[in-house]
């Protein structure tokens, strides 16, 4: 672990002064806000708000942070580190996250951290890597056995078709993955995602979500467990 | 494109090996799109149909000292279930007053039940000295949850015991066979735990066959429930003051206290299985317990 932190704290100041070409896609500087209506079979219907940031500090860095908010009294905050390289086809990217979601209501934190490798073309974007997570008892006695639960190894997936380029002013995409803005999943716990947005006018982005997650799938005993439909506008500088 | 042809060859030979005509099929793929027939809440409305018929269970122990038997994954066919013979050998052999669990996963293909009950001769979970069960992934595949049920009756229930008229500990089965015990089953685990929790029993154990974390690569491609299950859950134990979590399913052992709760997962007692054994557990005043491997061939 502790060579991990050294390689991303060695990385970070190479990739932010690096200069270049413009980024794949055009990345821009720009602030989000989304309302989202939720529903799983623990939490039952709930609503959630995002604020999301997206910095491309230059083209082969870019820094994003996401905050969520949940009325599940459960909240998320996210950064995102990742160097990019475009290549003659397609542009490299390394995805490095830090997540911590306060579950205010059952006392629980969890914390993950991801390192992975991303390749992103108009119309599919892959990303594959690892995460660890620990898991904190905020009742925890610091005199009892009782200690983190630490699962280190968990394998980070998601699979992205585009309908469109990236560049164009609207696109459709389907999602497979483990992760999402307010959690990482266990690798063998999916959640299928239908992302859209069109641009509206000269700053102004729509965003449009839905997600479905079930439980089971790899249990081979697939059911329903919960899903998501969210709404937003992005402003892009 | 001959990639894909070769991805979709095997994604239909999957898929035709889960339509049920070859009954030594294992793996049921078509549930990795839909329920393997009745869901959580219908399985566990059916369990409490049962309940409610049998009455509350209570097992005499005649001692506050008793030792119970638990394996688990036994994944046994007609050809092969050598271990879980040995179990019941083990669990029959011994002198102390004694209860038997196993924690799903019974049977490993279809038309195993017979087989299974001719080993464990249970008597529909009612009858101390017999083994006491609860529902794993494996026991229903090929949509089997009415044959379980008709041999095992249910999948979800408690049960205490008890020296003479005192209350010692109890006992709680849960049914987590699709990796979620479903809205009706946690509500009634939770006012289960709610009154029981303030009737003084000596210890709290819950049962189960989905296993709660990841700590390492050891459980293969067996999935846990949902995160935001496992925060639910795992608070509610502590807050009740559940001592021990039994579970199996990923077939390696591990143990893990969070929230004051300990968490204990047990190898499998399949046949030519790596790191094959059962647990026994001392239960008095505390609880002491060992892992026994089963003997090589």
Not at chain 2, 86 to 112: R, T, V
Not at chain 2, 280 to 290: A, E, P, R
């Amino acid at each position: 672990m502790k060579k991990v932190f050294l390689f991303l704290a060695a990385m970070i100041p190479l990739t932010v002064f690096a200069a270049g070409n413009p980024g794949f896609g055009e990345r821009k500087y720009s602030v989000s806000g989304l309302a989202e209506y939720s529903y799983n079979t623990t939490w039952g219907h709930h609503a959630n708000f995002d604020i999301q940031g997206l910095m491309p500090i230059n083209p082969h860095f870019e820094m994003e942070a996401k905050m969520h908010l949940s009325t599940a009294n459960v909240y998320t905050g996210s950064v995102y580190l990742r160097p990019k390289f475009e290549l003659p086809v397609g542009e490299l990217f390394i995805e490095t996250d830090v997540m911590y979601r306060a579950v205010a209501r059952n006392k629980i934190g969890d914390i993950t951290a991801a390192l992975g490798v991303g390749y992103r073309m108009d119309y599919v974007s892959v990303t594959l890597g690892m995460f660890g997570r620990v898991f904190d008892n905020w009742e925890r006695d610091w005199h009892s056995n009782e200690t983190y639960v630490v699962e280190p190894f968990n394998m980070l997936y998601r699979l992205e078709v585009f309908c469109r380029p990236q560049a164009n002013p609207w696109n459709l995409s389907f999602v497979f993955t483990n992760v999402d803005d307010k959690h990482m999943e266990r690798m063998w716990q999916p959640l299928f995602m239908v992302n859209a947005y069109y641009d509206v006018v000269e700053h102004w982005r729509l965003l449009f979500g839905a997600q479905c997650k079930p439980t089971g799938m790899f249990h081979l005993d697939a059911s329903f467990y919960g899903a998501s439909l969210r709404t937003g506008f992005s402003y892009r500088f | 494109m001959k990639q894909i042809h070769f991805l979709s060859t095997i994604v239909c030979a999957l898929l035709l090996s889960a339509c049920g005509q070859n009954k030594d099929a294992t793996l049921d793929m078509l549930g990795m799109f839909s329920p393997n027939g009745e869901v959580v809440n219908t399985r566990f409305a059916n369990s409490q149909e049962y309940n409610a018929q049998r009455g509350e269970m209570h097992i005499d122990m005649q001692s506050d000292d008793y030792a119970i038997y638990v394996c688990s994954d036994s994944h046994i066919t007609k050809k092969t279930h050598r271990n879980l013979d040995y179990f019941m050998a083990q669990y029959k052999a011994a002198s102390s007053p004694k209860l038997a669990l196993h924690l799903g996963d019974i049977i490993d293909a279809q038309e195993n039940f017979p087989c299974a009950d001719s080993i464990i001769h249970f008597a529909g979970q009612t009858i101390k000295d017999t083994m006491l069960v609860t529902l794993g992934n494996h026991d229903i595949y090929f949509k089997q949850w009415s044959i379980f049920r008709s041999f095992f009756k249910t999948s979800a229930y408690w049960f205490d015991t008890r020296n003479g008229s005192k209350k010692l500990d109890l006992f709680i089965c849960l049914d987590s066979a699709e990796g979620t015990l479903g809205t009706t089953q946690t509500k009634w685990l939770e006012n289960l735990l709610k009154e029981k929790s303030k009737e003084g029993y000596r210890h709290i154990i819950v049962y189960t066959h989905t296993h709660l974390w990841k700590l390492d690569g050891s459980q293969g491609h067996t999935s846990n429930m949902a995160l935001e299950e496992t925060y639910s859950f795992t608070d509610m134990l502590g807050k009740y003051g559940v001592q021990y979590v039994w579970s199996g399913h990923q077939h390696a052992r591990q143990s893990v206290i969070f929230k004051g709760v300990n968490y204990l997962v047990l190898d499998a007692t399949k046949d030519e299985e790596k790191g094959q054994s059962y647990m026994t557990v001392n239960m008095g005043s505390s609880i002491i317990y060992h892992y026994h491997t089963y003997p090589a061939l």
